[in-house]
Each structure stands twice: as structure tokens, then as C-alpha cells.
């Protein structure tokens, strides 16, 4: 991952929004449209940032900066991409960028069976806070996790 590139997207970039909106279809069954996305953005509270290898979309996630508190609602690598350390440099650029920020705290919410991303928000410093009963629908439990910046 030589080339790859942490940035944060603007509405003006409809190609990287369009890759994003097609990573995020392909990552979450309850996935944001592009229209979903656009309004996000239009959040003075809401950031996405990019991962770019080689001019195209790696990744993303998208978050919102409340305070001196965050909250990562998605983050998601192509599955093309995937398994080659592309979310946790991601994310450790979010929570540097967090830190130069003054956040303080990052919150997340995670299936409880998704396992790779657990131990990739374990292996950046979150720990498990709390558990959300049926969050994701019956039987599909959330973990709430935190870390400190």
C-alpha cells in the first residue's frame, strides 16, 4: 500500500462519491445511496474520508465530529481490496486527523459477530463500552466501543 492516500471528500468529487457509493453497496445490506451520501456531506458535522490507491477508491469511512466527541458510523474497504491492511491505515488516519482536531473520544457501534472488524477496532485502541440488544434486527446484537484520543 505504497501509494495509498488518507483525504477527505467533497461534494465537488462525484467520481470518488460514486466509487464510495459503489463500496458501500457492495459492503452493507442497508447501504446509502449516492443521494444518502451527498446529503451527508452537506452536514457541517459530517466527514468522509477516502482511501485512494492509485487514483481510485480503496475505502472510506464516514464519521461525524460533535464536540470534542466522534462517531464512526461506516467504515468499509472494496472487497477487491480487502485483507491487505488498507482499513486499518484508514482508520488510524481518521483518529490521527480526530486527534489534531481536539476529539477526545471516537464511539462506534459493530456487529457483534463481525470479528475482523472487532479486532481491527481492538488492534487501534477501542475497547468495548457497552452491547446494544437486537441493534441490527432480532438476534443481531451490536457492541458499543470507545477509544480515547
Request: net charge positive; with cysteine.
Amino acid at each position: 500500500m505504497q501509494n495509498l492516500k488518507i483525504l477527505p471528500l467533497t461534494q465537488l468529487d462525484e467520481k470518488t462519491l460514486k466509487e464510495v457509493a459503489a463500496i458501500e453497496k457492495a459492503s452493507f445490506k442497508d447501504s446509502y445511496s449516492l443521494e444518502s451520501l451527498k446529503r451527508e456531506l452537506s452536514l457541517s458535522f459530517s466527514h468522509i474520508f477516502v482511501a485512494k490507491e492509485n487514483e481510485k477508491t480503496a475505502g472510506y469511512c464516514i464519521l461525524w465530529i460533535i464536540g470534542n466527541e466522534a462517531e464512526i458510523h461506516k467504515i468499509a474497504v472494496a472487497p477487491e481490496q480487502r485483507r491487505k491492511g488498507i482499513g486499518k491505515q484508514l482508520l488510524k488516519a481518521v483518529l490521527r486527523t480526530l486527534k489534531e482536531k481536539n476529539v477526545k473520544r471516537v464511539f462506534l457501534e459493530v456487529n457483534e459477530k463481525n470479528m475482523p472488524a472487532i479486532n481491527l477496532y481492538k488492534s487501534c485502541g477501542f475497547k468495548v463500552i457497552g452491547r446494544r440488544e437486537n441493534y441490527y434486527g432480532k438476534g443481531e446484537s451490536a457492541l458499543l466501543m470507545e477509544t480515547l484520543l
